[in-house]
């Protein structure tokens, strides 16, 4: 709601072009960006751009035919403690975990190995852990092991965007400009 407040009328368009422009891939200079920007829209601009960055990192990716992830056929991978299977896509599997290190759940989400994938997959959650936003999931740790590579994060009970279907989401929570930036990329 602050952020909202902060948000002049005339500065929503604004953001919500570059908003756009991400969505779409469509290059931007940020340096422009944020320097026609008002000092409330700087830190907005700062974590789209970083928002940016992983969706130019994900798009960069050598594009593979969707195929079912295999599961591990234990019940851990590496050190953590598989619980339940809670996703799949195209590329991965994502699992509710126990990881005993930190005394805690996560959410760990496992790739298939391969030379370049793995080190392309490692990039993307070195790349993700310097991102600290409330909208972003933290990652805890990446690893290799067992043929696959796994990221760990924060687990997050909420529903996503994806699950309940993006215009069922933005009819029902409203976000705001300010809110709904760092999942911009997922889409």
Not at 86 to 91: K, M, T, V, W
Request: proline residues 6%; negative net charge.
């Amino acid at each position: 709601m602050a952020d909202e407040e902060q948000l002049g009328g005339d500065e929503e368009p604004f953001l919500l072009d570059l908003v756009d422009a991400v969505l779409e891939g469509r290059p931007l200079d940020w340096t422009v960006a944020e320097t026609i920007a008002s000092d409330s829209q700087r830190a907005l601009i700062g974590h789209l751009r970083s928002v940016a960055a992983i969706a130019s990192f994900n798009l960069q990716s050598p594009a593979v035919e969707a195929a079912p992830v295999a599961a591990p056929l234990q019940a851990t991978w590496a050190h953590l403690d598989l619980l339940e299977s809670i996703g799949r896509g195209a590329f991965a599997t994502v699992y509710r975990a126990w990881d005993p290190q930190l005394h805690r759940e996560v959410a760990l989400k496992l790739l298939p190995g391969g030379q370049d994938d793995e080190e392309s997959s490692l990039a993307e959650g070195r790349l993700l852990a310097r991102v600290h936003h409330p909208n972003v999931v933290a990652i805890y740790g990446a690893d290799r092991a067992d043929g696959f590579v796994g990221l760990w994060m924060e687990l997050v009970a909420t529903p996503c965007p994806r699950s309940i279907g993006l215009a069922s989401f933005i009819a029902t929570s409203r976000p705001t400009t300010s809110s709904s930036t760092p999942m911009v990329a997922s889409y």
